[in-house]
């Protein structure tokens, strides 16, 4: 089993900077593949960015390019998202993600183990 802890969400005004954190426990995280979703209110969990087991690869939904990166550091079993230039729309419940049988996990259906979720909030 794998547990994932986000944290690093909160209140920020449009065009400013938030950094997520993902830390696993439970066992390591260095073969599977990461991303993380969100969840606005009323809205359906989606895509937001995918990092392979290694970090070589990403891929990012096309709203967020240029926007945001999501990068990790295997030997502290933590994956981060740096968020910056935030608008409001990108606000959500942001989950960290973990698949263990794809490269990218880019659909809820391959995510195995997810967070609890961080609260991302903008003001316009």
């Known amino acids: 089993q794998v547990q994932l802890v986000e944290s690093g969400g909160g209140l920020v005004q449009a065009g400013g900077s938030l950094r997520l954190s993902c830390t696993a426990s439970g066992r390591t995280i260095s073969s599977y593949a990461m991303g993380w979703f969100r969840q606005g209110p009323g809205k359906e969990r989606e895509f937001v960015a995918a990092?392979?087991?290694?970090?070589?690869?990403?891929v990012y939904k096309d709203s967020v390019k240029d926007r945001f990166t999501i990068s990790r550091d295997n030997n502290k079993n933590t994956v981060l998202f740096q968020m910056n230039s935030l608008q409001p729309e990108d606000a959500a419940v942001y989950y960290c993600?973990?698949?263990?049988?794809?490269?990218?996990?880019?659909?809820?259906?391959?995510?195995?183990?997810w967070g609890q979720g961080t609260q991302v909030t903008v003001s316009s």
């Open positions: 993600a973990a698949g263990r049988l794809v490269n990218l996990v880019r659909s809820p259906a391959q995510v195995d183990y």
């Open positions: 990092i392979d087991w290694s970090g070589g690869s990403t």
